[in-house]
Protein backbone atom coordinates (compact mmCIF):
# COMPACT_ATOMS: atom_id res chain seq x y z
CA UNK A 1 0.00 0.00 0.00
CA UNK A 2 1.39 3.38 -0.93
CA UNK A 3 2.63 5.49 1.95
CA UNK A 4 0.37 8.57 1.30
CA UNK A 5 -2.84 5.90 1.53
CA UNK A 6 -1.14 4.29 4.67
CA UNK A 7 -1.18 7.74 6.40
CA UNK A 8 -4.75 8.22 5.08
CA UNK A 9 -6.23 4.93 6.18
CA UNK A 10 -4.78 6.16 9.70
CA UNK A 11 -5.73 9.23 10.12
CA UNK A 12 -9.52 8.24 9.11
CA UNK A 13 -9.13 5.17 11.62
CA UNK A 14 -8.56 8.29 14.35
CA UNK A 15 -11.47 10.08 13.33
CA UNK A 16 -14.86 9.54 15.39
CA UNK A 17 -17.20 7.42 13.62
CA UNK A 18 -19.57 10.63 12.95
CA UNK A 19 -17.10 12.54 11.27
CA UNK A 20 -15.72 9.68 9.64
CA UNK A 21 -19.25 9.65 8.04
CA UNK A 22 -19.47 13.23 7.78
CA UNK A 23 -16.21 12.99 5.46
CA UNK A 24 -17.92 10.54 3.42
CA UNK A 25 -21.09 12.01 2.56
CA UNK A 26 -19.45 15.38 1.88
CA UNK A 27 -16.57 13.82 -0.52
CA UNK A 28 -19.95 12.07 -2.21
CA UNK A 29 -21.35 15.06 -2.52
CA UNK A 30 -18.35 16.89 -4.00
CA UNK A 31 -17.62 14.17 -6.35
CA UNK A 32 -21.60 13.82 -7.64
CA UNK A 33 -22.26 15.72 -10.55
CA UNK A 34 -26.22 15.66 -9.61
CA UNK A 35 -27.41 19.11 -8.90
CA UNK A 36 -28.21 19.75 -4.70
CA UNK A 37 -27.65 21.98 -1.92
CA UNK A 38 -26.85 20.77 1.50
CA UNK A 39 -26.51 23.02 5.33
CA UNK A 40 -24.00 22.20 7.67
CA UNK A 41 -24.33 23.39 11.05
CA UNK A 42 -22.36 23.53 14.10
CA UNK A 43 -21.61 26.13 16.92
CA UNK A 44 -17.99 27.69 16.80
CA UNK A 45 -15.08 25.72 17.36
CA UNK A 46 -16.51 21.30 15.76
CA UNK A 47 -14.89 22.11 12.20
CA UNK A 48 -17.62 23.28 9.85
CA UNK A 49 -14.88 25.24 7.55
CA UNK A 50 -12.33 22.31 7.90
CA UNK A 51 -15.22 20.51 6.24
CA UNK A 52 -15.93 22.33 3.51
CA UNK A 53 -12.30 22.53 3.12
CA UNK A 54 -12.17 18.64 2.93
CA UNK A 55 -14.98 18.71 0.22
CA UNK A 56 -13.56 21.55 -1.70
CA UNK A 57 -10.52 19.82 -2.28
CA UNK A 58 -12.55 16.49 -3.46
CA UNK A 59 -14.43 18.46 -6.18
CA UNK A 60 -11.07 20.28 -7.61
CA UNK A 61 -9.81 16.55 -7.75
CA UNK A 62 -12.52 15.41 -9.57
CA UNK A 63 -12.06 18.27 -12.10
CA UNK A 64 -15.24 20.90 -11.18
CA UNK A 65 -14.89 24.22 -10.67
CA UNK A 66 -15.36 25.59 -7.19
CA UNK A 67 -15.62 29.06 -5.45
CA UNK A 68 -15.58 29.41 -2.26
CA UNK A 69 -16.78 32.24 -0.23
CA UNK A 70 -17.16 33.12 3.34
CA UNK A 71 -19.82 35.25 5.10
CA UNK A 72 -18.61 38.95 6.32
CA UNK A 73 -20.30 40.72 8.87
CA UNK A 74 -19.31 43.97 8.12
CA UNK A 75 -21.29 43.09 4.86
CA UNK A 76 -24.29 41.70 6.63
CA UNK A 77 -26.43 45.16 5.93
CA UNK A 78 -25.34 45.48 2.16
CA UNK A 79 -27.59 44.21 -0.06
CA UNK A 80 -26.24 41.86 -2.52
CA UNK A 81 -23.00 41.86 -1.33
CA UNK A 82 -22.85 38.36 -0.75
CA UNK A 83 -24.29 37.11 -3.86
CA UNK A 84 -21.82 39.61 -5.63
CA UNK A 85 -18.55 38.15 -3.61
CA UNK A 86 -19.77 34.44 -4.78
CA UNK A 87 -20.80 35.12 -8.48
CA UNK A 88 -18.04 37.56 -8.81
CA UNK A 89 -15.74 34.70 -10.56
CA UNK A 90 -18.52 33.94 -12.78
CA UNK A 91 -20.02 36.80 -14.35
CA UNK A 92 -17.86 36.90 -17.29
CA UNK A 93 -20.51 34.10 -18.58
CA UNK A 94 -23.10 36.90 -17.99
CA UNK A 95 -22.50 37.89 -21.36
CA UNK A 96 -23.50 34.98 -23.07
CA UNK A 97 -26.93 35.28 -21.35
CA UNK A 98 -29.78 36.79 -23.06
CA UNK A 99 -30.18 40.63 -23.05
CA UNK A 100 -33.50 40.43 -20.16
CA UNK A 101 -31.38 38.47 -17.59
CA UNK A 102 -28.23 40.53 -18.34
CA UNK A 103 -30.29 43.46 -17.58
CA UNK A 104 -31.17 41.72 -13.61
CA UNK A 105 -27.27 41.44 -13.14
CA UNK A 106 -26.94 44.96 -13.88
CA UNK A 107 -29.40 46.42 -12.01
CA UNK A 108 -28.68 44.32 -8.65
CA UNK A 109 -25.05 44.94 -9.14
CA UNK A 110 -25.08 48.53 -9.54
CA UNK A 111 -23.78 48.60 -13.56
CA UNK A 112 -27.20 50.46 -14.81
CA UNK A 113 -30.28 52.02 -13.26
CA UNK A 114 -33.31 50.93 -11.97
CA UNK A 115 -35.48 49.24 -9.38
CA UNK A 116 -33.61 46.37 -7.50
CA UNK A 117 -35.08 43.09 -8.81
CA UNK A 118 -37.19 40.80 -6.65
CA UNK A 119 -36.23 37.66 -5.41
CA UNK A 120 -37.62 35.58 -7.99
CA UNK A 121 -36.50 37.33 -10.79
CA UNK A 122 -32.91 37.53 -9.97
CA UNK A 123 -33.12 34.30 -8.62
CA UNK A 124 -34.35 32.79 -12.18
CA UNK A 125 -31.17 35.01 -13.12
CA UNK A 126 -28.67 33.48 -10.78
CA UNK A 127 -30.36 29.48 -11.85
CA UNK A 128 -29.46 30.55 -15.75
CA UNK A 129 -26.41 32.25 -14.99
CA UNK A 130 -25.05 28.92 -12.53
CA UNK A 131 -26.59 26.31 -15.24
CA UNK A 132 -24.33 27.91 -18.18
CA UNK A 133 -21.49 27.99 -16.00
CA UNK A 134 -21.96 24.09 -15.22
CA UNK A 135 -22.46 22.81 -18.49
CA UNK A 136 -18.63 22.53 -19.32
CA UNK A 137 -16.96 22.11 -15.64
CA UNK A 138 -19.70 20.72 -13.17
CA UNK A 139 -19.96 23.19 -10.00
CA UNK A 140 -19.44 24.06 -6.29
CA UNK A 141 -20.21 26.91 -4.63
CA UNK A 142 -18.98 26.45 -0.80
CA UNK A 143 -20.26 29.34 1.25
CA UNK A 144 -18.59 29.28 5.06
CA UNK A 145 -20.40 31.62 7.74
CA UNK A 146 -23.06 31.62 5.64
CA UNK A 147 -25.09 32.89 8.60
CA UNK A 148 -23.43 36.41 7.93
CA UNK A 149 -24.57 36.99 4.19
CA UNK A 150 -27.08 39.40 3.70
CA UNK A 151 -30.55 39.08 3.86
CA UNK A 152 -30.80 39.21 0.50
CA UNK A 153 -28.19 37.20 -0.70
CA UNK A 154 -29.35 34.43 1.80
CA UNK A 155 -33.05 34.54 -0.09
CA UNK A 156 -31.58 34.04 -3.15
CA UNK A 157 -29.22 31.15 -2.23
CA UNK A 158 -32.42 29.66 -0.56
CA UNK A 159 -34.91 29.92 -3.95
CA UNK A 160 -31.58 28.91 -6.14
CA UNK A 161 -31.30 26.09 -3.60
CA UNK A 162 -34.44 24.67 -3.78
CA UNK A 163 -34.42 24.24 -7.58
CA UNK A 164 -30.82 22.91 -8.77
CA UNK A 165 -32.22 19.20 -9.43
CA UNK A 166 -31.87 18.42 -13.38
CA UNK A 167 -28.01 20.72 -12.84
CA UNK A 168 -24.82 20.10 -12.45
CA UNK A 169 -24.40 22.84 -9.46
CA UNK A 170 -24.09 22.12 -5.67
CA UNK A 171 -24.84 24.31 -3.42
CA UNK A 172 -22.64 23.73 0.37
CA UNK A 173 -23.60 26.46 2.97
CA UNK A 174 -21.54 25.86 6.88
CA UNK A 175 -23.16 28.30 9.57
CA UNK A 176 -23.19 28.96 13.17
CA UNK A 177 -26.32 27.00 15.30
CA UNK A 178 -25.78 29.75 17.70
CA UNK A 179 -26.46 32.56 15.69
CA UNK A 180 -30.15 32.95 13.70
CA UNK A 181 -29.71 33.37 9.53
CA UNK A 182 -32.02 33.05 6.69
CA UNK A 183 -30.69 29.29 6.05
CA UNK A 184 -32.93 28.51 9.14
CA UNK A 185 -36.33 28.51 7.52
CA UNK A 186 -34.75 28.29 3.92
CA UNK A 187 -36.30 24.53 3.78
CA UNK A 188 -32.77 23.31 2.33
CA UNK A 189 -31.37 19.61 3.49
CA UNK A 190 -28.75 19.96 6.27
CA UNK A 191 -27.11 18.50 9.03
CA UNK A 192 -26.20 19.44 12.53
CA UNK A 193 -22.45 19.41 13.69
CA UNK A 194 -23.04 17.95 17.22
CA UNK A 195 -20.58 20.04 19.81
CA UNK A 196 -19.17 16.45 20.86
CA UNK A 197 -17.21 14.08 19.07
CA UNK A 198 -18.11 15.83 15.47
CA UNK A 199 -21.17 13.55 15.31
CA UNK A 200 -23.58 14.90 12.47
CA UNK A 201 -26.75 14.24 12.82
CA UNK A 202 -29.73 14.33 10.35
CA UNK A 203 -32.07 17.38 10.61
CA UNK A 204 -34.78 14.90 11.74
CA UNK A 205 -32.63 14.13 14.75
CA UNK A 206 -31.36 17.38 15.32
CA UNK A 207 -33.72 18.16 18.70
CA UNK A 208 -32.43 15.53 20.18
CA UNK A 209 -28.75 15.89 21.99
CA UNK A 210 -26.60 13.16 21.05
CA UNK A 211 -26.43 10.03 22.89
CA UNK A 212 -22.76 10.61 24.34
CA UNK A 213 -23.47 14.20 25.19
CA UNK A 214 -25.56 13.57 27.94
CA UNK A 215 -27.34 16.91 29.36
CA UNK A 216 -25.40 18.08 32.82
CA UNK A 217 -27.04 17.25 36.15
CA UNK A 218 -27.66 20.72 36.95
CA UNK A 219 -27.91 23.50 33.79
CA UNK A 220 -27.78 26.48 35.12
CA UNK A 221 -28.92 29.09 33.37
CA UNK A 222 -29.59 33.03 34.29
CA UNK A 223 -33.08 34.70 34.17
CA UNK A 224 -31.65 36.24 31.07
CA UNK A 225 -30.46 33.09 29.59
CA UNK A 226 -33.90 31.34 29.97
CA UNK A 227 -35.79 34.55 28.42
CA UNK A 228 -34.12 34.53 25.33
CA UNK A 229 -33.96 30.62 25.06
CA UNK A 230 -37.49 30.90 25.51
CA UNK A 231 -38.15 33.16 22.87
CA UNK A 232 -35.84 31.60 20.66
CA UNK A 233 -37.77 28.35 20.81
CA UNK A 234 -40.54 29.94 20.18
CA UNK A 235 -39.53 30.81 16.79
CA UNK A 236 -38.31 34.51 17.33
CA UNK A 237 -35.35 36.18 15.27
CA UNK A 238 -32.71 37.39 17.15
CA UNK A 239 -33.37 41.12 16.17
CA UNK A 240 -37.36 40.21 17.60
CA UNK A 241 -36.05 38.75 20.89
CA UNK A 242 -33.41 42.10 20.92
CA UNK A 243 -36.48 44.20 20.77
CA UNK A 244 -38.48 42.65 22.98
CA UNK A 245 -35.61 42.47 25.57
CA UNK A 246 -34.16 45.50 25.08
CA UNK A 247 -30.88 44.12 23.74
CA UNK A 248 -29.06 43.95 21.07
CA UNK A 249 -28.84 41.06 18.46
CA UNK A 250 -25.14 40.47 19.29
CA UNK A 251 -25.88 40.08 22.77
CA UNK A 252 -29.10 37.80 22.21
CA UNK A 253 -26.47 35.50 20.38
CA UNK A 254 -23.63 35.44 22.87
CA UNK A 255 -26.45 34.27 25.04
CA UNK A 256 -27.90 31.76 22.89
CA UNK A 257 -24.21 30.45 21.94
CA UNK A 258 -24.15 29.86 26.36
CA UNK A 259 -27.12 28.54 26.44
CA UNK A 260 -26.25 25.41 23.75
CA UNK A 261 -24.01 23.80 25.59
CA UNK A 262 -25.49 24.16 28.99
CA UNK A 263 -28.32 22.28 27.82
CA UNK A 264 -26.13 19.79 25.89
CA UNK A 265 -27.47 20.95 22.51
CA UNK A 266 -26.22 22.20 18.92
CA UNK A 267 -28.95 24.09 16.85
CA UNK A 268 -31.77 26.40 17.44
CA UNK A 269 -34.31 23.61 16.48
CA UNK A 270 -33.44 21.54 19.55
CA UNK A 271 -34.11 24.44 22.34
CA UNK A 272 -37.79 23.61 22.82
CA UNK A 273 -37.16 19.65 23.83
CA UNK A 274 -34.28 21.29 25.78
CA UNK A 275 -36.30 23.45 28.09
CA UNK A 276 -39.03 21.06 28.09
CA UNK A 277 -36.71 18.16 29.88
CA UNK A 278 -36.02 20.84 32.63
CA UNK A 279 -36.90 22.04 35.64
CA UNK A 280 -36.52 25.34 37.66
CA UNK A 281 -34.91 24.20 40.93
CA UNK A 282 -33.85 27.77 42.12
CA UNK A 283 -33.65 31.24 40.94
CA UNK A 284 -31.06 30.40 38.76
CA UNK A 285 -30.80 26.84 38.27
CA UNK A 286 -32.54 24.07 36.22
CA UNK A 287 -32.15 20.24 35.93
CA UNK A 288 -32.94 18.12 33.25
CA UNK A 289 -36.08 16.26 33.05
CA UNK A 290 -35.25 12.15 31.62
CA UNK A 291 -36.15 12.13 28.64
CA UNK A 292 -38.64 9.07 27.00
CA UNK A 293 -36.56 6.42 25.01
CA UNK A 294 -37.52 7.16 21.31
CA UNK A 295 -38.94 4.39 19.04
Do not use: C
Not at 126 to 139: D, G, I, N
Not at 162 to 167: F, V
Not at 263 to 292: C, E, F, M, W, Y
Amino acid sequence: MPKEKENEKKAAGARPAGRERAHAELAALARSTAGRALVLRGVPGVGRTSLLGRAAAVAEREGHRVVRVSGVEAESGLPHAGLHQLLHPLLGEAARLDEVTRAVFDAVFGRAEGDRPSVVRLGIAVLRLLSRTAVRQPLLLVVDDGQWLDDSSADVLGFVGRRLAGSRVRLLVAVRADVASRFDTAALPGWTVAARRGTVLADADATYPPDHAAVPVATPLTWQERRVADLAAGGLTNKEIGRRMHLSPRTVGSHLYRVFPKLGITSRAALRDALNRTTTVGAHQQVPVPRKDRT
